[in-house]
């Protein structure tokens, strides 16, 4: 199985921080690559997906880069809504795989 | 509004059996991939079991291979998991979530339902 290694596993941030979140794969997965934002008791919510296109609703500050092994997820201006947790997950094969998690805690 | 709903969650002893049921609106199902996703207390995301739209093709995680069964009924718009032989370690909240619509290839999750709590204790 793909491994997904995220980090860092948390961090502390302010309101208006330029945030970056990074992903690597252990082997390559070209840009077969997925970010989700969880909130406590709710369900994962898609952000990007191939590597860097957002998905449909989200806002424009949240974009993602990379291919092969390393991915990053950035978030221009943190607002009080992206306090969350941030998973990646490669979907270039089975059994799908996810990161551990990045939580953004209020600093 | 494209929605997934899921139901079956419960307490049950280890060694028991549950099935969950998964069902979907506002969207062709029958076109749709699915998918099982978990995820235990306090823990990250763990995938469970794929499953194609014409349920030609099926995955499972090796976690739990040769004890759960997904299947899906595309008259009903309802996907399901039978889950047998349960563990403590299969404590968790079970997601069903929808994927793509190409059989070749797997995709990313796009809709998600809020989940439905599975607790196997004694």
């Known amino acids: 199985a793909i491994r997904m290694t995220q980090s860092p596993s948390s961090f502390s941030a302010s309101t208006g921080d330029r945030v970056t979140i990074t992903c690597r794969a252990s082997?390559?997965?070209?840009?077969?690559l997925a970010w989700y934002q969880q909130k406590p008791g709710k369900a994962p919510k898609l952000l990007i997906y191939a590597a860097s296109t957002l998905q449909s609703g989200v806002p424009s500050r949240f974009s993602g880069s990379g291919s092969g092994t390393d991915f990053t997820l950035t978030i221009s201006c943190l607002q009080s809504e992206d306090f969350a947790t941030y998973y990646c997950q490669q979907y270039y094969s089975y059994p799908l795989t996810f990161g551990g998690g990045t939580k953004v805690e209020v600093k | 509004e494209v929605q997934l709903v899921e139901s079956g969650g419960d307490l049950v002893q280890p060694g028991g059996s549950l099935r969950l049921s998964c069902a979907a609106s506002g969207f062709t199902f029958s076109t749709y991939s699915m998918n099982w996703v978990r995820q235990a207390p306090g823990k990250g995301l763990e995938w469970v079991s794929y499953i194609s739209s014409s349920s030609s093709t099926i995955y499972y995680a090796d976690s739990v291979e040769g004890r759960f069964i997904i299947s899906r009924d595309n008259a009903e718009n309802s996907l399901f998991l039978q889950m047998s032989s349960l563990r403590a370690e299969d404590t968790a909240v079970y997601y069903c979530?929808?994927?793509?619509?190409?059989?070749?290839?797997?995709?990313?999750?796009?809709?998600w339902g809020k989940g439905t709590t599975v607790t196997v204790s004694s």
């Open positions: 979530a929808r994927g793509g619509t190409t059989v070749t290839t797997p995709s990313r999750q796009d809709v």
């Open positions: 082997q390559g997965i070209s840009s077969y």
